[in-house]
């Protein structure tokens, strides 16, 4: 059973406009949440994160927004660029276990932005 | 260039073979981990090591073996690997931080390495 869902496997978009990708999770307990970026041949790189105190946290062009009612979240990315076209995890947190967190990651939704 | 390194990048090994995977950081984490990643799945984790000690094992294979012999280094060591086991394996180490009074945990993600089992 999945508790991290990204619908979208794949995602196009003109470049300037804006991406929005999406992501569902079902256990009510996380309470952080995180966005990566992973380009071919490379491992994911942290994009940007928000904590379940949280519903909306804002990096330059990149914004996640929380909605715990709806267990969902999004990242905005505005305006789009070529060189964000990479796959995007999701990936959320029910807290600190035996000392460290412990991650469960979607399955990831391929941006492509054109030129 | 995120600081976790991971060597080799690819491997090809049979069913027979015996072969380690490795993962280092020098960015003073605590925390490193094994995940596995097969196509058009989520990232699975693997193993959790906190300052050394396995803290998570889920429900891995015995045909993988982790060790950790410090905080900097972090290995997996493959034998008697099935086809299926063919994927990215991607190490991960995290830093603590303090955000408006929240202690958040960012996981820095290795290349991985490529594993084809034949």
């Known amino acids: 059973d999945q508790q991290v869902k990204q619908n979208s496997p794949s995602l196009s978009v003109q470049e300037g406009r804006i991406s929005i990708l999406n992501c569902d999770y079902t256990n009510s307990m996380f309470d952080y949440f995180l966005w990566y970026k992973k380009y071919p041949a490379e491992g994911p790189t942290f994009l940007i994160s928000?904590?379940?105190?949280?519903d909306k946290n804002e990096d330059g062009r990149f914004t996640v927004f929380l909605n715990k009612s709806a267990k969902h979240l999004s990242l905005h990315i505005v305006p789009s660029q070529p060189g964000d076209s990479a796959v995007y995890f999701c990936?959320?947190?029910?807290?600190?276990?035996?000392?460290?967190?412990?991650?469960?990651f979607g399955t990831g939704t391929r941006l492509k932005v054109l030129a | 260039e995120t600081g976790v390194t991971q060597t080799p990048r690819h491997l090809v090994m049979g069913m027979t073979n015996k072969k380690s995977l490795k993962c280092e950081q020098h960015l003073g984490h605590n925390a490193m981990y094994w995940y596995k990643q097969s196509a058009k799945k989520p990232l699975e984790l693997m193993f959790v090591y906190n300052f050394k000690e396995q803290t998570e094992n889920n429900s891995v294979p015995s045909r993988f073996s982790p060790e950790c012999p410090n905080s900097s280094h972090l290995f997996l060591h493959l034998h008697t690997l099935q086809p299926e086991d063919s994927a990215l394996y991607l190490c991960?180490?995290?830093?603590?931080?303090?955000?408006?009074?929240?202690?958040?945990?960012?996981?820095?993600f290795g290349p991985g390495t490529r594993l084809t089992v034949l």
């Open positions: 928000i904590s379940s105190i949280k």
């Open positions: 990936a959320a947190s029910a807290g600190w276990t035996s000392g460290t967190y412990k991650y469960i």
């Open positions: 991960a180490s995290t830093a603590r931080s303090l955000s408006a009074g929240v202690v958040t945990d960012t996981q820095y």
